[in-house]
């Protein structure tokens, strides 16, 4: 044997993988030493019967395709050795030509990547492990990058606030078009430490969550921080609990400051009352008496209020004319709106007819938002007129009270918040407002809706049943008839 092929010969047979070389009908012709130990005698035999068991040959065959294009290929196989072991390959296949270019042969080489796919599967499973892990855990998360845009969310996250991926954390978060302050995630990009903040969130629905959030940075190998995980978890019934706790002592501390005006206002109006007597000046008394009767509404619309938020409870329905509750109503406030220059506009339906509602609480519900309306073009100083629109329209199957106004307006986030409890947008007043409107309505069987921008006004639009809710007598409470002549004799009495 010449020396030069003896040595290619000892390289061939010496090589770490399978090396055969097949015809034409895939009979193997020759292999090196380790295909024969780890599969014996060939010869004589076809391919896909020593390495598969196979009795014919593989539908998908790269020595085929090899002598069929005469194109190296490669595919991955599973193969069988001597002692049954399952052996995972990746298989390159090689012409080999006459002197003519006749492919006469294919060289086949298999290199066995067992350990590899091992690991790839164990790499597998763990990914599913760990995805299976972040999308179960029972709070937010989000990843996000140094521009804090999101980019991974389990699905907690998905189901409460959509699918935000590529957005900002805080347009999917609380629906603002710049980042909050300060921002727990971009604090620890800063200093790569972990932070902690509570935050109220809005989800895809409109509902608000008391979240507790927690960030914690991600490293690549160098120590760099490519992202942060962020963590939020859902407190919001531990807030509700607390608040029925703690909102006491919020409310008589926000209400006292108003009383105290009420009282003071009162006691003027009461001197005025009793120095125009002494002195026979019936002006006087008659302004000091509309002084003493503002101020006893007001305080009677407090305790309302109080009392509302204090208890839920089922409205004491009676047959009522939308019409009349709108006048009373416009009645009790357009002095109101004169003092403070407001434009006050009626459009009522004549012909809205009747619905049954607890009056003082619908009559509550609708001075509450034109007090909302007329605060908000007080505190307008954008523009010279003010006007506030109160409409009343009668359909088919409910009453529809409409509040108009063009003040000061609210962005998407104080939209979002505006019925929530203590919540005030005005940075005065006690934050309840609002809430009992919302509180009313929603006991009432109807609805408050919301449409405003800033600086273009708001525009409420309550729909309210004509007829009480089949369920409502079922829900009412054993102790409903006592809160309901509570409120009578602190509001009348």
């Not at 607890?358 to 009559?363: E, K, L, P, Y």
Request: overall charge negative; some cysteine.
């Amino acid at each position: 044997m010449d020396p030069e092929y003896k040595q290619y010969f000892q390289y061939f047979a010496e090589m770490p993988g399978y090396v055969t070389v097949q015809d034409r009908d895939f009979r193997i012709i020759d292999a090196n030493k380790r295909f024969r130990e780890d599969f014996g005698d060939f010869e004589g035999r076809y391919c896909y019967q020593v390495y598969k068991r196979r009795p014919d040959r593989c539908e998908v065959c790269p020595v085929a395709r090899t002598f069929r294009d005469g194109q190296r290929h490669e595919s991955q196989e599973q193969v069988q050795t001597l002692n049954g072991s399952e052996v995972k390959t990746i298989v390159y296949t090689k012409p080999i030509r006459d002197d003519s270019g006749k492919i006469t042969a294919v060289l086949e080489v298999s290199t066995d990547i067992t350990h590899i796919q091992n690991l790839h599967q164990l790499l597998s499973r763990s990914q599913q492990r760990y995805r299976l892990l972040f999308d179960e855990v029972p709070c937010y998360i989000s990843i996000q990058d140094h521009e804090l845009n999101i980019i991974e969310a389990n699905r907690a996250f998905q189901e409460a606030f959509g699918n935000s991926l590529g957005k900002k954390c805080y347009e999917a978060y609380k629906h603002r078009s710049e980042p909050c302050a300060p921002c727990p995630v971009q604090q620890t990009l800063d200093d790569g430490l972990s932070h902690s903040r509570e935050e109220c969130v809005t989800s895809r629905d409109g509902r608000q969550i008391n979240t507790l959030v927690t960030t914690a940075p991600l490293k690549d190998g160098m120590g760099n921080i490519t992202g942060v995980m962020e963590m939020s978890a859902d407190i919001t019934q531990i807030r509700e609990l607390e608040d029925r706790l703690t909102s006491l002592g919020l409310l008589i501390g926000s209400v006292s400051h108003g009383l105290k005006g009420l009282l003071n206002g009162l006691a003027g109006g009461m001197y005025l009352v009793n120095t125009g007597m002494s002195k026979g000046n019936e002006e006087r008394v008659e302004k000091g008496w509309e002084t003493v009767q503002r101020n006893v509404m007001r305080i009677r619309n407090m305790v309302s209020d109080i009392l509302y938020y204090a208890k839920d409870r089922i409205p004491n329905r009676e047959e009522l004319s939308s019409r009349e509750i709108a006048e009373e109503v416009f009645a009790s406030m357009e002095n109101r709106a004169r003092d403070q220059q407001v434009e006050l506009v009626t459009e009522f339906d004549p012909d809205a007819g009747e619905f049954q509602a607890d009056g003082q609480a619908v009559r509550a519900l609708l001075i509450n938002l034109l007090e909302n309306a007329l605060d908000a073009c007080r505190l307008d100083e954008k523009k010279s007129e003010h006007r506030v629109t109160f409409r009343l329209r009668g359909l088919r199957d409910h009453i529809e009270f409409e509040v108009e106004d063009n003040g000061i307006g609210m962005d998407q986030e104080t939209r979002e918040k505006a019925f929530t409890l203590f919540f005030s947008s005005k940075g005065t007043g006690t934050g309840l407002g609002l809430f009992i409107a919302d509180k009313i309505a929603t006991a009432h069987g109807g609805t408050i809706e919301l449409k405003s921008e800033p600086d273009s006004g708001c525009h409420f639009v309550v729909q309210l049943p004509r007829e009480a809710p089949a369920v409502e007598e079922s829900e009412a409470g054993p102790d409903a008839d006592n809160t309901l002549s509570t409120e009578k004799d602190m509001t009348h009495g």
